[in-house]
């Protein structure tokens, strides 16, 4: 038996808390996922998950073994990493976490050119909305936007995150521009599930005012609710790193354009200093490069005259 391969089986088992996710992660077939289980539950002689029709837990002796199993898959794997690595040349698996809309408009193709000029490394993307906790999921690396991240993660800035107030033209035109904060409470708006629901807060130099508004459409993703604002749907906060190039084609207007929303930062997460290996490095160093000058610092349309001239969003 291979136990450091069947250590590794059994830790996307316990990770997954399931034998098929865990075969389709692994790209095993199920029967071999249960085999090297097996096999390592017999070499130790205890049972280390509990079977049920619905899902798969960890016994005591299974908590105490994933510990060690995931110490022992982490030096492998770092000195697998400081073996195999020479040159710029980086081999292994990354893990990667981001929310959707950062993921759709900005992450995939960043990681995408990364790869290129590193063949012999692979990335696994998961792109959701979730915390999820880096160390149970053994996530390398997590590009989240906060003012206030996890104090028990590594922060690294990456770039400020601005939002602006956006509407379609057609929706615009049919039931006009707001000219003050307060007039947002007689529109249609769309809200962020999870950040600013009900309550926007703007400011223009000292002045700052909160404003209520009724959401009568809400998402916890914010590329759906990009997708309806360009329907027509209504007026949208969202963050320029998605919305900027339909700015710059006029596709969508910004609204109250001489008040700001709150900046909140992207900020690449990873559980701890040590034993950071050469290609989580490497993949840091150029997001910190890349967001440095971010792609969305771009020419949109100004707003209030027949003929729209340039306006530049600068990051603060």
């Not at 808390?17 to 992660?25: D, K, R, V």
């Not at 900020?267 to 150029?286: I, K, M, N």
Request: a neutral charge; proline letters at 6%; hydrophobic letters at 45%.
């Amino acid at each position: 038996m291979d136990r450091l391969t069947a250590m590794r089986v059994f830790a996307e088992v316990a990770t997954a808390g399931s034998f098929s996710a865990a075969a389709e992660t692994l790209e095993m077939s199920r029967s071999m996922v249960t085999r090297h289980v097996g096999e390592l539950e017999q070499w130790l002689g205890a049972r280390l998950l509990q079977r049920t029709t619905r899902q798969v837990t960890l016994t005591d002796a299974g908590e105490n073994c994933l510990r060690r199993c995931q110490q022992m898959l982490a030096l492998a794997d770092s000195l697998q990493e400081e073996t195999d690595t020479h040159g710029d040349t980086l081999r292994g698996l990354l893990r990667v976490t981001c929310s959707v809309s950062l993921a759709y408009a900005q992450l995939a193709a960043m990681l995408t050119d990364f790869l290129s000029r590193h063949p012999q490394l692979k990335i696994d993307l998961n792109a959701s909305e979730a915390a999820l906790n880096l160390v149970e999921a053994r996530v390398d690396l997590a590009i989240r936007i906060s003012s206030d991240p996890d104090p028990m993660l590594i922060a690294r800035p990456l770039a400020p995150c601005e939002s602006h107030l956006v509407a379609a033209p057609g929706y615009l035109a049919r039931q006009g521009r707001p000219e003050q904060p307060e007039d947002l409470g007689r529109h249609r708006c769309l809200s962020y599930a999870n950040f600013g629901k009900h309550v926007w807060r703007l400011s223009r130099g000292a002045e700052t005012r909160e404003v209520a508004v009724a959401a009568y459409f809400s998402a916890n993703e914010a590329t759906a609710l990009m997708q309806a604002t360009l329907a027509g749907a209504g007026i949208a906060l969202l963050p320029t790193y998605l919305v900027h190039a339909e700015l710059a084609s006029g596709r969508l207007h910004t609204v109250l354009p001489d008040w700001q929303l709150p900046t909140l930062t992207i900020q690449a997460l990873y559980p701890s200093r040590r034993q950071l290996s050469p290609a989580v490095r490497a993949l840091l160093d150029e997001l910190v490069l890349r967001f440095a000058n971010p792609p969305w610092q771009a020419v949109v349309p100004a707003l209030g005259s027949a003929a729209p001239g340039p306006q530049t969003l600068h990051m603060r």
